[in-house]
Every structure is written in C-alpha cells, then in structure tokens.
C-alpha cells in the first residue's frame, strides 16, 4: 500500500500491532473516563446528597470538569516523555494510571459511609484520571498518524476517533446492561462499581497490547538521526504557538459536541426532557453505532477528496443542527430520540473521521506529541469537561431549545471559523 517513491510504512504485522494497540487501549481509556459521566445521576445521590436533584447534577458535574484541570499538567508531563522517549512509553504509562484510578472509584466509601470525606476523595481521583487520559488521545492519535502509509493517514488517524466513540459505546453499553442487571435498591446498593471495578480489566488487556508495539517509524528516524529534542515542550513552544492555538480553537466545537451530545444528552432527555431513562439510553447507544462505524468512513473519504470539505460539512452541520434537534427532542416523542441523536452523530462523524489526521499534519515530528496535546488538551479543559456542568447551569435559566442550544451551537460556529483559516494538509508529506 505504499506510494511510489514514500518513505511511508506500509501494512507490515508491526504496523498492525501498533494501530491495534493505538486504537484499543485508547478505547478502554475512553471507557474508564466515561463511566462516571453515565453514572452521574447515581454518584451524585452518593457523593453529593443535598436534596435537590438539579444540585446534586450540578456537583457530580463539576467533580466531572474538575478531572479536566489536571489535563494541562498531564499533557505536558506526557507530552515530554512522548517526543523525548518515545511514544510507546507515554502510551503504556496513561493507561496503567488510568486503570488504576478508575478502580479506585468503584471502591470508594460513599458519603453516607465517610461524610465529606467521601466527594473529596472523588475529586482527588477524578484529577488522576484527567492526569492520564491527557496522554492518551495525543499519544494515540500520533501513534496511529506516524504509522499510516502517506495516503492512507486520514483512515489510519480516524481509528483514534472510532476507538474514542467506541469508548463512549462501551461504557454506554455497560451501564445499560448494569442497569438491567440490578434492580433499582440492588444498583444504587452496590452495582454501580461494576462498571468502574471493570477498569482494572481495562489496564491489563491495554498493558498487554502497548508492551509489544515497536515506536512509530518516525519516531524512530528521528532517534536514529539524533534529532530528537531534549527539551520538547520549549521547542513546541518557541515554534508552535500559532499551530497550537488553531488545535485549540479546532477542538471547541468538537469536544463540546462530543460531551453534550454523547455524554450529557442521556442524562438531560430523563431528567430535564421527561423521556423514560431506558428510551434515552437506548437512543444514545443507536447513535453511538452509527458514530462508531460513520467515522471510518470519512476518514478514508478525506484521504480521496481531503481534510477540509469534510471538517467544513462536520461542524457546519453542527451549527445547523443543536437548535432544531433539541426542539425535537422537546416534543417528547420517542421518534425524535433516535433521527435527532443520528443526525447529529453522522455532522460529528464527518469531522471526526478526518479530525485527529487534520490535527497531527499541524506540527513536526519532534514535538508533535507535545504540541498537539497541549492544542487539544486546554481545549478539551475549557470547553469539553465544562460543557455538562454549564448546561445543566443554562437549563436553570429556561428549559427551552434556544437556550439549551447556544452552548453546542455557539462552540460549532468557533471550530468552523478556524477550519475556514486552515490550510489543506492531505497531500503534503509528513513533517
């Protein structure tokens, strides 16, 4: 599958290897970070009893955004070891941490158990967590752009976002099983920890797979050249800084799409939008499929007719659409869970499939780790692990789809000013 005269890798078993082991553990990290969000409204009966539904959600929330913080430090911290020592090793570590952390939650003292002691050490775990998964969406996405053949990065890099969006299905996906597993009284007693005991499992198999991986053949080159930088992060921030402030600014829309729509929606459409919790769970998961499997596709597509045409339809169909599909998901009619959630999975799809190739082509191999967590990361920071918590907040204001709507609708319109800017990177080589 290599082009003529490409120094590009082609579809040898290490590159197999490496693309598995990108696209996997980045899943079951994805798993690990989004169980918490599916099991808001249990935790914050658990962790945060006030008596007030809408205040216990919006403490379960902002513990969420508060694992968000620490993404800054994790993705410097990883962004070092990353460009500096390799790939593989930055990947292995995250998830190791990752594992660990998420089981830590599951046996967790509730506060009925500990008092106060309780949401504090919550807290303190969900800053482990955010720690870690700062290394691994850019460790991924990096691994699996620098293995790609040079025509092929946009299907390569779109397994970062189908194992992400496979993430979000996975711990859907348990949670629905816990759910139907246990009774109410038995879940709220203690089947809740399944699904975070579950993330010990997770480390493991991830371990397992990262252990046996080669570094990427860039990665290498620069190695074997003497080129690598012993001081990364003062490189990418001496050469980088307009091409990390465009991954900021790329990422809005996008994280905060990802976060409203698949993370928050579920919880929003029992709680806010008077849909039965099992409907809103089970539309969520369709959308999910759809995701998951959409998004391949368009990365292979951006390969053919490039990065942009895609980003531009991708965020552009989210700005059209936060608006009307909420007023639909306020009809109330079980219709309007499942058009409205694929509607929407399919714009996501489209910006998702070429995303993580558009997002590495930005910055040179030495400092390409680096460079694009910290883009990404702040991002996601801001915008992503906020975007539940000020929903929740905007709802408080008016339950209404023009209101609901400006927080997803607002971030698509930001994304699509800088991809409009953005030059096309499909055809050039890897730097």
Known sequence: MSVPGS??????????????????????????????????STLSVLFFPTGDAVSGLLATFATFAVGFLARPIGTLWFGHIGDRHGRKRALVISVVMMGVATTAIGLLPTYEAIGAAAPVLLVLIRLVQGFSVAGEWAGSATMLVESAPAHRRGFFGSFNQVS?????????????????????????????????????????????????????????AEAQQGTVSDRPLARAFATQKLAMLRGFGFTVGWTVAYFFFLTYLPTYLAEFAGYDAAAARAS??????????????????????????????????????????????QTGETWALYVGQIAVA????????????????????????????????????????????????????????TIVALLPGAAALITLCVVLLMPESSRLPLR
């Open 284 to 329: 969520n998961l369709v959308a999910l499929v759809v995701l998951t499997v959409a998004i391949a596709g368009f990365g292979l597509l951006s390969d053919r007719v490039g990065r942009k045409p895609l980003l531009l339809a991708g965020t552009g169909g989210l700005a059209l659409l936060s608006w009307p599909v909420l007023v639909m998901f």
């Open 164 to 220: 992400t969006a496979g993430g979000f299905l996975l711990a859907a996906a348990v949670i629905a099983a816990n759910t139907a597993l246990f009774s109410e009284e038995a879940f709220l007693a203690y089947g809740w920890r399944v699904p975070f005991l579950l993330g010990a499992v997770t480390a493991v198999v991830a371990v397992l797979l990262r252990r046996g991986v080669d570094d990427t053949p860039s990665f290498v």
């Open 7 to 40: 120094t590009a890798p082609t579809l040898s078993g290490s590159t197999r290897r490496r693309v598995l082991a990108g696209s996997v553990g980045n899943l079951l990290e994805n798993y690990d970070n989004l169980i918490y969000a599916y099991t808001a």
């Open 346 to 401: 399919l714009a996501l799809a489209s910006f998702s499939g070429p995303g993580p190739a558009a997002l590495a082509e930005l910055f040179p191999t030495t400092v390409r780790y680096s460079s694009l967590g910290i883009g990404y990361n702040f991002s996601v920071m801001v915008f992503g692990g906020t975007a539940p918590f000020v929903a929740t907040a905007l709802i408080g204001l008016g339950n209404t789809a």
